[in-house]
C-alpha cells in the first residue's frame, strides 16, 4: 500500500539556520498539507497546496516559512531562520478524495 | 473559530472493559468529524470519520449535533488498542484539520 514517506526522520539545526523539510506524498494524490506538533502540544496546521499553489494557511505559517513542489514528486516545507520555539515534529499529508488525508512518520527538528 | 476539546489527556481500563473516549467540538457551520489514531512508534492513520458510519476495530462514533460532541466507543477494550487517540474536524471537501490535544488509551492486561 503506497505511504507518505518524510526525510529527514530527525534534523537538528542552530538557531537561525535554515531547514528544508521534505516529503513524498502518495503519487495520484492532488492536496498535500503539513502540520506540526509541539511537543506535549496539539497537532497544527500550517499549510495546504494545490494546484501549484498555497490554497489555505495558519498564523503559525509566516514570512518564515515556504512551500514547494520543485519536481511533481517531493513537497518541501523550507523555514528559513529557525527560532527555538520551531521546535517540534512536523508531518506531511497528502489528500485525493473523500476527506481522508494520509500522513507521513513526521520529522523531527530540534533547533538548538 | 473551530475548535475540538478532549477533556482527558488519558484513560486507563482493563482488558473487557468498555471504553468511551470523549470529544466536543465547537464550528458555526456543518462540520466533518474525524477520529486518527496513532499506535507507539506509527504514524496518524485515520480510524473513523462520520459521514461514512463505519465501524473500524469495533470503534464507533456518533455524531451528535445537539451536544456538538462525536465520542468515540467500544464496548470490550483490547490490549492492542492502546494508542494515542485525537478527534479532528474539517469544515468542508478538502479542508484542512483541526486537531483535539489528544487522549492516550492504556489497555491493561
Known amino acids: 500500500e503506497p505511504e507518505v514517506t518524510q526525510t529527514p526522520s530527525h534534523q537538528v539545526t542552530q538557531m537561525g539556520q535554515e531547514v528544508i523539510l521534505r516529503c513524498v506524498p502518495i503519487s495520484n494524490h492532488l492536496y498535500f498539507y503539513w502540520y506540526r506538533q509541539i511537543l506535549g502540544q496539539k497537532v497544527e496546521f500550517l499549510v495546504s497546496?494545490?494546484?501549484?499553489?498555497?490554497?489555505?494557511k495558519s498564523e503559525i505559517f509566516d514570512d518564515q516559512f515556504s512551500v514547494e513542489r520543485p519536481d511533481g514528486s517531493n513537497f518541501t516545507l523550507k523555514i528559513r531562520s529557525t527560532k527555538l520555539e520551531d521546535s517540534a515534529m512536523y508531518f506531511c499529508?497528502?489528500?485525493?478524495?473523500?476527506?481522508?488525508?494520509?500522513f507521513g512518520p513526521g520529522t523531527r527538528l530540534t533547533v538548538t | 473559530a473551530q475548535r475540538v476539546t478532549q477533556p482527558e489527556k488519558l484513560l486507563s481500563v482493563f482488558k473487557g472493559a468498555p471504553v468511551e473516549l470523549k470529544c466536543n467540538y465547537s464550528?458555526?457551520?456543518?462540520?466533518?468529524l474525524f477520529w486518527y489514531v496513532q499506535y507507539s512508534r506509527q504514524r496518524l492513520q485515520l480510524l473513523l470519520r462520520?459521514?461514512s458510519r463505519e465501524s473500524i476495530k469495533g470503534f464507533t462514533a456518533d455524531l451528535n449535533k445537539g451536544e456538538t460532541s462525536f465520542h468515540l466507543k467500544k464496548p470490550f477494550a483490547q490490549e492492542e488498542d492502546s494508542a494515542m487517540y485525537y478527534c479532528?474536524?474539517?469544515?468542508?471537501?478538502?479542508?484542512?484539520?483541526?486537531f483535539g490535544k489528544g487522549t492516550m488509551l492504556l489497555v491493561s492486561p
Open positions: 479532528a474536524l474539517s469544515s468542508s471537501g478538502y479542508s484542512t484539520l483541526t
Open positions: 462520520h459521514i
Open positions: 499529508a497528502s489528500c485525493r478524495s473523500s476527506y481522508e488525508q494520509y
Open positions: 497546496f494545490y494546484n501549484n499553489e498555497i490554497s489555505e
Open positions: 464550528y458555526s457551520g456543518s462540520p466533518e
